[in-house]
């Protein structure tokens, strides 16, 4: 015998007043609440009287009301049984559970009626909870001000209180709520054990707690309205945030600050609500959250230890700040934000993240970075108007230090620099000799620079001189008039740089580029590497680059320029060597320049000094492009060349004849392919030469033998 399994569940299935539509049932041992994903709370239930038919469990509900897998809506179980019957809804919430459902015809209409009306009950009380808690959050929100150490006389968005309005007091942690045309404590205890759990958090906290994991600057008696002094309010926000061991301080609206305003460490972010448009014309007053330094002496901001953010926030300079000097006392020290740890030895500052910052009217640099500085990055942040450089790098001399020390791991990402007195970007200074490390620059750029001769290091519109650094996608150069007719695009120096893919822009200077050699520091090893040389529409210089004295080992190779002039030409001093130039417009890799001036100057302006090379078994090997003299085996009267081992892809050799009276005749074998496959003898030791260039394989004649007189 079987019972029908009708009870609790009628048909339809109703809960709450509604038809049950997508949800489920679950049938369970009795007094065991089931447990789908434990198969021993579970008890079987059928789809036909004779129990042949089992059904699944849980047994889902269709849109009608009726289990899925009975039409009629009804299941079947063994007569006399009890069962335990869980009913979820659509979102899988219980609606009801019946520890003991009996299957006796005796008790089934009125546990039926019993379950009924409990899921009745529960669905009412669930939406009657869900209404009150929307409409209480709801009001909540639009009469709620914040926390503030005041009354305050209007909300954030400038609006004055009205009958309810609401605001936590933090000199006294109590709330305060508006009516009777003032403020009033209302609340009959202290609400600070008031516990709270977060929206899709566990662990409740205390309201006390939760306001202050985030602060305002407001919260200390900041007005925020650009006019009231804020300094002292915004720099106990700040230590106050570091004494409990980090979290966010909010500038919401323009902070006026009449003195420095110092971050040191603690896990302290300081945070604009958002950042002002860093292309306007105007800077609102309002809108954002400003710093607004009006004053004279000293950074804008001192960060002096690490483990610091700063993030979306404009700090402003006042006109009487922006005419200012460059300095008070020590070098730069007017910077917008300034990061150097204290002035002792071994004092090491790490770990600032910099980000949505915007660095406008500051009488020196945008951000000035010394000494001992590791693990910096600086994301989407614009200086501009700043009487010195957009950002500057600096193992100390810049600031004036006593103790210096080498700034490195340094990231700068997706800025501008613009309308600089003096560089976009200055890393290292022309008195270093040592120079800062590991600095990357991705998705820079810097236009209208350098236009102040008495602050920058030469005419460039960016001075780098770094090592173990690199550089993609950036833009260096550029004047608004071209009001200074020596600039070239950037200055580098130092070792290990690679600048890839860049654009390099000239107003009327002779090159684009300057690699220099910088006393007490040698220039090796540097890669351009593809990119775009524009003149902006200026006159276009006569070189792409120009390298001065002791440079050694610079590579140029796929630069491209915009049609108005070429790029295949470099200004060499006689005493480099190793200096290679690729023309991608006729995919020629040639040391010099396309016109193959051989002279004795700059043959030797190929390698600093002639290296000699004696044929053994009839060859030579070689260690780096350069320029060669080549003597016989054994001082014999006459020798073939007909290998030469050693050797990259790219690189030219100049050989000349050692001794005129010891014939050298270069053979057209092993891996030297000479024109026409004819070979070369030398008849005059003192003037003639013969350039080869490697392609990886073989070396190959790119000229005939040039004699020099």
């Not at 004779?50 to 897998?69: K, M, R």
């Not at 009924?116 to 009150?132: R, Y």
Request: proline share 5%; hydrophobic share 35%.
């Amino acid at each position: 015998m079987a019972n029908q399994i009708k009870a609790p569940i009628n048909y339809p299935i109703i809960a709450g007043g509604k038809i049950v539509s997508g949800g489920s049932v679950i049938f369970g041992q009795p007094n065991v609440k089931p447990d789908p994903d434990n198969p021993s709370t579970l008890k079987a239930v059928y789809l036909d009287a004779a129990l042949t038919q089992q059904a699944e469990n849980p047994q889902g509900i269709s849109s009608d009301g009726v289990f899925d897998q009975s039409d009629t809506g009804i299941l079947y179980g063994p007569e006399n049984t009890v069962y335990s019957i869980v009913i979820l809804g659509a979102n899988k919430k219980q609606l009801s559970y019946i520890p003991e459902y009996d299957l006796s015809d005796a008790n089934a209409a009125s546990t039926a009626q019993a379950a009924a009306a409990q899921a009745e009950s529960a669905a009412s009380n669930a939406i009657a909870a869900k209404d009150l808690t929307e409409a209480l959050y709801t009001d909540f929100v639009n009469r709620y001000f914040g926390a503030y150490s005041s009354d305050p006389s209007v909300d954030p968005e400038g609006n004055p209180p009205s009958e309810g309005s609401i605001y936590f007091n933090t000199t006294s942690n109590v709330f305060f709520t508006w009516h009777s045309g003032a403020w009033n404590n209302d609340f009959p205890s202290n609400p600070n054990g008031l516990m709270v759990t977060a929206t899709g958090t566990t662990t409740p906290r205390s309201l006390a707690d939760r306001a202050a994991s985030v602060i305002n600057v407001k919260d200390f008696g900041a007005i925020c309205d650009g006019v009231a002094d804020d300094t002292i309010p915004t720099q106990n926000a700040i230590n106050y945030m570091k004494s409990v061991g980090g979290g966010s301080v909010v500038v919401d609206g323009r902070v006026r600050t009449t003195s420095t305003i110092i971050l040191n460490g603690g896990g302290v972010t300081l945070s604009g609500t958002m950042p002002e448009s860093i292309f306007s014309a105007s800077i609102s007053v309002n809108k954002g959250g400003v710093i607004y330094s009006d004053f004279a002496d000293g950074p804008a901001l001192l960060i002096s230890d690490g483990g610091v953010n700063v993030d979306n926030l404009t700090i402003l300079g006042s006109p009487t700040r922006r005419s200012s000097p460059i300095s008070n006392g020590s070098q730069n020290s007017n910077s917008a934000i300034i990061i150097e740890p204290a002035d002792i030895p071994s004092d090491i500052l790490q770990n600032v993240v910099l980000t949505n910052v915007h660095l406008v009217t500051h009488p020196a640099d945008g951000i000035l970075i010394e000494a001992d500085v590791a693990n910096v990055q600086i994301n989407n942040c614009y200086e501009n108007d700043l009487g010195r450089h957009g950002i500057a790098i600096s193992t100390g001399e810049i600031g004036g230090r006593t103790n210096v020390s080498l700034p490195g791991i340094i990231t700068i990402k997706h800025g501008k620099q613009f309308d600089c007195g003096g560089h976009g970007i200055a890393i290292g200074t022309p008195t270093s000799v040592q120079f800062p490390y590991r600095i990357r620059v991705i998705n820079v750029e810097g236009y209208r620079l350098a236009t102040d001769a008495a602050q920058r290091f030469d005419t460039s519109s960016n001075w780098v001189v770094c090592q173990d650094s690199e550089f993609d996608n950036c833009a260096f150069g550029g004047t608004t008039t071209g009001n200074i007719p020596d600039h070239s695009g950037l200055t580098i120096g130092g070792r290990d740089i690679t600048v890839r893919g860049c654009r390099y822009i000239s107003s009327a200077g002779p090159d684009y580029v300057k690699v220099i050699q910088q006393a007490g520091f040698s220039t090796e090893n540097i890669k351009f590497d593809g990119g775009i040389a524009n003149t902006a529409g200026f006159t276009p210089p006569a070189d792409f680059a120009t390298l001065t004295a002791g440079v050694d080992g610079v590579h140029i190779v796929r630069i491209d320029h915009d049609g108005a002039n070429s790029v295949d030409t470099i200004s060499v001093d006689s005493t480099q060597n190793d200096i290679v130039l690729h023309d991608i417009t006729t995919n020629k890799t040639v040391h010099y320049n396309h016109e193959y001036d051989f002279n004795g100057a700059v043959v030797k302006g190929i390698n600093a000094s002639a290296v000699g090379r004696n044929i053994v078994n009839g060859s030579i090997d070689i260690n780096k492009s350069g320029y060669y003299i080549v003597d016989t085996e054994g001082m014999a009267a006459s020798d073939d060349l007909t290998d030469i081992t050693g050797g990259e892809a790219g690189w030219v050799i100049f050989i000349r004849q050692s001794n005129s009276g010891r014939a050298i005749t270069v053979k057209r074998s092993g891996n030297i392919r000479l024109d026409g496959g004819v070979d070369v003898t030398f008849s005059v030791s003192s003037n003639q030469y013969l350039q080869l260039m490697f392609n990886g394989t073989n070396w190959y004649q790119v000229s005939p033998l040039v004699t020099n007189g």
